[in-house]
Each structure stands twice: as C-alpha cells, then as structure tokens.
C-alpha cells in the first residue's frame, strides 16, 4: 500500500509540472528601424519586441504604443511559415496566413514578412528586416 502511495503522488508531480515559460528581450535585423502597423509607421525603438519559449514553442511578440499587437510561433514541423496574429488597438483581429516567414541564418531564430505577401503589408511589414530572438539571452 506505501509504494502505491508514494507512486500515486510521484505521478502527481509530475503531472503537475508543467513546461517553463522564459521569456527575453528580441531585436529587429537588417533594415527594420521602422515598422508598419494598420498603415501607422512606428520606430523600431517605440515598439516593445518580446521572445518567448515554453518547450519547442518560440513565439514573438510585438506591441506598438497604441496596444496593437503581432505575434507569430515557429512552426515545430520543419516547414517555415507560419500564420502572423495582430490584434488590440482599434482595429479588428487578422490572421495573416503563412505571412511570416521564420529561418535561423546565424543560430538565433526569428521571422520577416513573406516577401511574396505583398497584399499583407498594409496590415504589417517590417521594411525588408527581420524580428528575431538573439541566443545569448
């Protein structure tokens, strides 16, 4: 009965602990000192950039000063698009489908609009940068 115990509330521990969210600063590459929301261009320096990770799952976030934001998740299945989420602010959610475009040139994850998207841009757009999350965090 005492090993049935200690298994039961061993496996409830386990159970219980679920993955660790870390989270640390991003940075825009290349040509980004600005960005476009909704038409609004922003200095790169005004919007808040965010990486987070829980397991495998790398997500970035951007938050410009009204509230609005973007996030994007690096697809786990090998594949390199992934669907670009802006909300808040005044507008109404969108889904950008397949509008990010993630590769990891220098070992540090991040993502630039599709480049063939161009139709998206009008939503958001990086000026030919890229937001990505550096390794050394």
Same mark, same amino acid.
């Given at each position: 009965?005492? /090993? !049935?115990? *200690?298994? #039961?509330?061993?496996?409830?521990? @386990?159970?219980?602990?679920?993955?660790?969210?870390? =989270?640390?600063?991003?940075?825009?590459?290349?040509?980004?000192?600005?960005?476009?929301?909704?038409?609004?261009?922003?200095?790169?320096?005004?919007?808040?950039?965010?990486?987070?990770?829980?397991?495998?799952?790398? /997500? !970035?976030? *951007?938050? #410009?000063?009204?509230?609005?934001? @973007?996030?994007?998740?690096?697809?786990?299945?090998? =594949?390199?698009?992934?669907?670009?989420?802006?909300?808040?602010?005044?507008?109404?959610?969108?889904?950008?489908?397949?509008?990010?475009?993630?590769?990891?040139?220098?070992?540090?994850?991040?993502?630039?609009?599709?480049?063939?998207?161009?139709?998206?841009?009008?939503?958001?757009?990086?000026?030919?940068?890229?937001?990505?999350?550096?390794?050394?965090?």
């Amino acid at each position: 009965m005492r /090993k !049935i115990i *200690i298994a #039961a509330l061993t496996a409830a521990v @386990v159970a219980g602990c679920g993955a660790k969210t870390e =989270s640390w600063p991003g940075e825009f590459y290349g040509n980004a000192d600005k960005v476009d929301i909704y038409g609004q261009t922003y200095a790169t320096t005004d919007v808040k950039l965010l990486c987070s990770k829980t397991g495998d799952q790398l /997500k !970035i976030l *951007i938050t #410009a000063p009204d509230g609005t934001q @973007v996030t994007s998740t690096r697809p786990n299945d090998g =594949s390199k698009k992934a669907d670009i989420q802006v909300t808040g602010g005044s507008h109404s959610p969108q889904t950008l489908v397949n509008g990010a475009l993630w590769s990891s040139p220098r070992g540090e994850w991040g993502f630039e609009g599709d480049p063939e998207d161009t139709d998206s841009h009008k939503t958001f757009y990086l000026h030919d940068g890229s937001a990505y999350c550096p390794a050394n965090h």
